[in-house]
């Protein structure tokens, strides 16, 4: 029994949250214990005088349970062991040590002292940031003349090659700023806009110029001007695992080889250095000769990457960056990295791409947050190809949240698609339960699209997913935006701009904890609360096909005797003093098929009854 039980005195499972408090975490093996407690005390302290506190189980996935609770640590300092309760009756307590039957065998873990530096801190903004991806060549044209629509059209029979180029620019992207605040995003996230021979500009030429075919510094500076004058801030994509072959360090090694002052800034396994039949460097991918990987361990190198990125900083205001093939760089490169940026602007973002499980770099010395594919992988098997159920779901969910401190989760890019991947909507005609799942394709995504805006992090809409868009994966996901009235979806485009207000307009959807309350794996719905000190969010999600009846269980004791509002009907529920929906059966709150809720109170309900 004692190995089910798991604790380290290290992010995610001990961090701080401010100077002050320390939050805690411990893992025991799913539906083994009664109850958990953590007793604690300043370090200097006498052994004995502990205070115990109990913890609250705030989730479960698949073989575990997770209890967490806040330590107040007021002289920055804290001791603490755990008191673990089973169901079968028996008692361990869990310290340093390990588990034993006998608390003064365990010991204690110290957490030696809350250093201010070392405390997990992200941009105040990113709770409330919605973003929205753009792929500068596909989204809109400057020069109306050019194509009324914005960018040259797209054949479904196109087979574009990284050089094909659809016309879209900084200036076009200006023209439509009104449309994006229209949508309700306050925040957007550019792929490369920097000199570079391709239409998707991760092979950078000049990290110190913008492409032309997009414009020039002067038109990024309105761009960054003009968003910001509409409350949307701007993050920049950067390319730093590798360079373009066009970059002048690469061209020098190219042509002087062994003697060239930048041989160090690559990974050359001979010499002369050659680029076919198969590149004798190391590349991004698998020899692809136009992407030679940096060696950022190279101070060199290091010192340059690092200019750049405070040089469109402070030059330009850009809000952060999001850091491509982030994995496969050196981490000492972005704690460098980290400490440059932030110390210019504390409330710069940094973003890294992951598409697997990226704890080890969310510990608060490298990226605030990670564009977070393993979410868009579950609601992808949840929702587009439906082959798990609602139980196994709020088990991805739980686990993914557990992964990292509850900062970094707040800062975590919550996507559905990208420019790397098929659209959801597509994914979703592609895939489902039944006959006609194309039928209920459009409503899968809109309740992965609820879930999406209810949940911690900061949610992405890829560009055209509001209006309906399809695209299999590179390069059809990439088509260009569709202007044009009568082709665009007005329901989804509703959709999303209702979903983007209601997360905009209650708190307990921005900053509230996240508690998954149930999960009825026959009927494929579930549901979880956000809540703060003054507000609770009660979401549903029902991906089943029959009107679900929405619990008040989860409520009674938290919320009796007050009312909920539907937040995207206006709709009014009551519920009685012994925690139950008041009023006739066709009165009570039900989930459509394929149909989402979010009930909203005040702890109060004064401000809801009014």
């Known amino acids: 029994m004692p190995s089910s039980i798991y604790h380290v005195c290290e992010p995610p499972f001990a961090y701080p949250l401010d100077e002050y408090r320390l939050n805690i975490r411990l893992k025991v093996r799913r539906g083994s214990a009664s109850a958990c407690q953590a007793l604690y005390a300043d370090r200097y302290d006498s052994p004995g005088t502990e205070l115990p506190i109990l913890m609250e189980k705030v989730g479960s996935d698949r073989h575990s349970d997770y209890y967490e609770a806040v330590l107040p ?82 054949d479904s029979t196109d087979k574009p090659t990284p050089l094909s180029r659809y016309g879209g620019d900084l200036q076009g992207i200006i023209d439509r700023l009104d449309y994006l605040v229209e949508l309700g995003v306050n925040a957007v996230y550019l792929n490369p806009i920097f000199e570079s021979p391709s239409n998707h500009k991760y092979d950078t030429t000049d990290y110190y110029k913008i492409d032309a075919a997009f414009g020039d510094l002067d038109t990024f500076k309105r761009l960054v001007k003009q968003a910001h004058d509409r409350g949307i801030r701007v993050v920049l994509d950067a390319v730093f695992n590798h360079s373009g072959d066009r970059l002048f360090a690469f061209q020098d090694l190219l042509d002087k080889g062994e003697e060239s002052a930048y041989r160090d800034w690559y990974y050359t396994d001979s010499y002369p250095v050659i680029q076919e039949p198969v590149p004798n460097y190391e590349t991004f991918g698998n020899g692809i000769a136009t992407m030679p990987k940096l060696n950022t361990t190279t101070p060199e190198v290091t010192q340059y990457l690092l200019d750049v990125a405070e040089y469109w900083i402070r030059e330009t205001g850009i809000d952060g960056w999001r850091l491509d093939v982030a994995n496969e760089v ?6 460098l990295l980290r400490e440059r940026v932030k110390g210019i602007d504390s409330e710069q973002l940094l973003v890294g791409e992951f598409m697997h499980d990226a ?6 010395d490298q990226f605030d947050g990670v564009m977070n594919y393993l979410f868009r992988e579950a609601a992808l098997d949840f929702f587009a190809r439906q082959n798990i159920g609602a139980g196994t779901f709020t088990e991805m969910l739980t686990s993914l949240q557990m992964r990292v401190t509850d900062q970094a989760y707040s800062a975590m890019m919550q996507l559905l698609g990208s420019h790397d991947t098929e659209r959801f909507l597509t994914a979703c005609l592609n895939g489902g339960r039944g006959w006609n799942p194309q039928g209920t394709a459009l409503a899968r995504m809109r309740l992965a699209v609820c879930l999406q805006m209810t949940i911690p992090g900061m949610p992405v809409v890829y560009y055209g997913d509001e209006i309906g868009m399809e695209g299999r994966t590179d390069p059809d996901c990439r088509r260009p935006m569709i202007w044009e009235e009568d082709k ?24 509230g904890t996240m508690r998954i309350v149930f999960a009825d794996e026959a009927n494929n719905t579930f549901g979880f609360l956000r809540q703060t000190d003054s507000e609770t969010a009660y979401v549903i999600i029902n991906n089943g096909t029959h009107p679900y009846p929405v619990p008040a269980s989860p409520l009674a004791g938290r919320l009796s005797g007050c009312t909920m509002v539907n937040g995207l009907t206006e709709e009014r529920y009551a519920l009685t003093s012994h925690g139950q929906w008041s009023g006739a059966d066709e009165q009570l709150p039900t989930a459509a098929p394929f149909g989402c809720m979010v009930l909203i109170a005040s702890q109060t309900s004064s401000e809801i009854q009014e």
């Open 73 to 154: 640590a007021l002289k920055r300092k804290a001791r603490y062991l755990f008191l673990v309760q089973m169901n079968s009756g028996d008692s361990y307590w869990v310290g340093e040590r390990g588990t034993f039957e006998q608390r003064e065998l365990a010991g204690s873990f110290q957490f030696p002292y809350l250093c201010r530096d070392e405390i997990p801190r992200v941009p105040n903004w990113a709770k409330q940031a919605v973003f929205y991806q753009i792929f500068p060549d596909r989204f809109c044209n400057g020069d109306p003349s050019i194509n009324p629509e914005g960018v040259q059209s797209w």
């Open 330 to 335: 050196d981490r000492r490169f972005w704690q």
């Open 359 to 364: 704890s080890p770099w969310l510990r608060g």
């Open 488 to 511: 665009r979806d007005k329901e989804t485009y509703e959709i999303f701009r209702s979903m983007i207000a209601l997360r905009k307009k209650y708190t307990s959807l921005t900053s």
